[in-house]
């Protein structure tokens, strides 16, 4: 049992340093929340509605046209590697199914009110996912892994799960705690989703009362900071009012980035989004793309084939860090 009798009247007392940190600094615990000029977020969903609306309106409307945090990353990366991404076939392994197992352990903490521990945890989110035997899901992968692959995995998530108990406050009932919260709008053919790993309270009134952060295991990346803004945006697209704060929470190192969610971010992350879905939809046609030769090319599967790519490989190297998992 790690949190048991933690009630918002011990709260205060209960927190180690860092935890009071990651509660005053990061969810900015306490403090005023900001009001929402309606109309302006009223002008700017409008307006986003509408370019969506009128995207959707060019794409052939028996196909439709996922779009999510990664394809708008790797769209912006180069429409080039978006398109060789898109053609590879998914599998499951141990460094994709890694977060679905942690956001399951993640869930079972929060609804257990911290009654469980991380190592049982770890345990349960495997077999528990594992029980699925649908092939989309990581459900017969997690079940045919070998008894030292299962544990290195339960090993992980374990370390991941510890690290979030000992850096966060206790998450209350009260916070409104939501885990792995899905958010899908369809603009005719365009579907966007996204997946909040935990956000954290509700709108009142027209008062900004939701954070939302994002965990993740490796290195930081400019790109995640770009993805937690996109999720803030989708919230507002959801509920008419927008999170107060976006964040993406490193749980190896216990940085963060973060920002604060406002009109200016808003529209920066809007027309983010909707060149993004320009890029996809082109990835996703017969058309030829612009390809934006960087980094990525050195991970990137269509390489091989790419006069960009190449050229790029021959000046700045073909080896450097690896790729983003
Ligand atoms: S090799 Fe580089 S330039 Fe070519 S498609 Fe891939 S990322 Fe784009």
């Not at 927190?15 to 990061?26: H, I, K, T, Y």
């Not at 392994?93 to 009654?115: C, F």
């Not at 008894?147 to 009260?174: C, H, M």
């Amino acid at each position: 049992m790690i949190r048991d009798g933690v009630t918002p009247g011990s709260y205060a007392s209960s927190v180690n340093p860092r935890q009071r940190e990651v509660r005053d600094d990061l969810l900015l615990y306490g403090h005023e929340r900001p009001t929402v000029d309606r109309e302006a977020t009223q002008t700017l969903r409008r307006r986003l509605v509408d370019e969506l609306t009128a995207l959707a309106a060019g794409v052939d409307g028996s196909d439709w046209i996922r779009v999510d945090k990664h394809r708008l990353s790797q769209a912006h990366t180069c429409a080039g590697y978006l398109r060789a991404r898109s053609s590879e076939e998914f599998g499951w392994s141990v460094a994709n199914v890694r977060g679905k197992v942690l956001h399951r352990a993640l869930e079972g903490l929060i609804m257990s009110a911290y009654r469980r521990t991380p190592l049982e945890l770890a345990h349960s989110a495997i077999d528990e996912l594992a029980e699925d035997d649908d092939e989309r899901t990581p459900g017969p992968f997690l079940a045919a892994l070998s008894q030292g692959e299962r544990q290195d995995l339960a090993r992980d998530i374990n370390d991941l799960l510890v690290k979030f108990v000992a850096d966060w406050p206790p998450v209350l009932a009260g916070w409104s705690p939501r885990i792995e919260s899905p958010v899908k709008l369809a603009f005719g053919s365009i579907h966007l989703q996204a997946q909040f790993d935990l956000s954290l309270g509700v709108p009142l009134g027209d008062e900004a009362r939701t954070f939302i952060v994002d965990f993740k295991s490796g290195w930081q990346q400019n790109d995640h900071r770009l993805e937690a803004r996109f999720y803030g945006l989708m919230e507002m697209l959801r509920s008419r009012v927008p999170p107060y704060r976006v964040a993406t929470y490193y749980l190896d190192s216990g940085e963060y980035t973060v920002d604060d969610v406002d009109e200016e971010l808003l529209r920066a992350t809007s027309d983010w989004l909707i060149e993004g879905v320009r890029r996809i939809i082109l990835a996703s046609s017969d058309d030829p793309v612009t390809y934006e030769p960087s980094a990525a090319c050195r991970w990137c599967p269509a390489r091989h084939d790419c006069t960009d790519g190449q050229e790029w490989l021959t000046t700045f190297g073909r080896h450097s860090t690896p790729a983003p998992a």
